[in-house]
């Protein structure tokens, strides 16, 4: 096994470890994003805080609200319904509203950048090493040993554009999940808190 890598690394010699090192990066990158998501309250909690606070009893309503006072620093959602409880009669709080989702949305989007970068640079340096095989190629035509060159160019040609491809494959995939969840939590989060702001004078 640990000789089949070291012959394929070597195949792919120079190209190999930066694509490896991309395939690391883009790994951390996909389970740091999944972790914050996980760790955040998402649209789905805030709309049962949301409920609660338009809905509930009295008693509910101010146990919701001594829990937000207590998590209003250290998460960014409830941060926000606690800042239209305290400011529900401030003239321009849609606007700061508005605003503070935006910074959370950004902010949601983690990640997301280091994996968009990776999945472009992968394939690029595997269509670099395959040009590059194809050098190694044309430069031992007629020399000694000339099919034991060939071989290794080819292999390097193959290997390099299999690697690139199949690192950017789950990248571009893993993307694509993280923008539409992160599009759909939008959505969700401007209807939740439009209810909020409609209900503030209630709070």
């Known amino acids: 096994m640990l000789n089949t890598i070291h012959q394929f690394f070597t195949a792919c010699h120079p190209f190999g470890y930066p694509l490896l090192a991309c395939s690391v990066i883009l790994v951390t990158a996909i389970l740091y994003r999944w972790y914050i998501r996980m760790r955040n ?5 805030t709309k049962s805080i949301i409920t609660i606070l338009t809905t509930g009893n009295v008693t509910q309503k101010l146990q919701q609200l001594e ?6 620093h250290t998460q960014m959602l409830p941060g926000i319904i606690h800042y239209i409880v305290s ?8 606007a ?3 605003s503070k989702l935006r910074c959370y949305i950004e902010k949601s989007r983690i990640g997301m950048s280091t994996i968009s970068i990776i999945t472009n640079i992968a394939p690029m340096l595997g269509i670099l090493g395959t040009a590059w095989g194809l050098v190694d190629i044309f430069g031992v035509f007629g020399t000694p040993g000339a099919q034991e060159g060939i071989a290794m160019g080819i292999s390097k040609a193959l290997y390099t ?3 690139g491809l199949a690192i950017a494959v789950p990248g571009i995939m893993a993307q694509t999940c993280f923008e539409r969840a992160t ?4 959505a969700e989060l401007n209807e939740q808190f439009t209810c909020l702001l409609s209900h503030r004078n209630e709070l």
């Open 87 to 94: 400011h529900k009669h401030d003239a321009d709080l849609p």
């Open 41 to 45: 309250i998402g649209s789905k909690g």
């Open 96 to 98: 700061v509203i508005e």
């Open 161 to 163: 554009t299999i690697f």
């Open 183 to 186: 599009e759909r939590e939008a």
């Open 67 to 72: 829990w937000l006072n207590k998590v209003q």
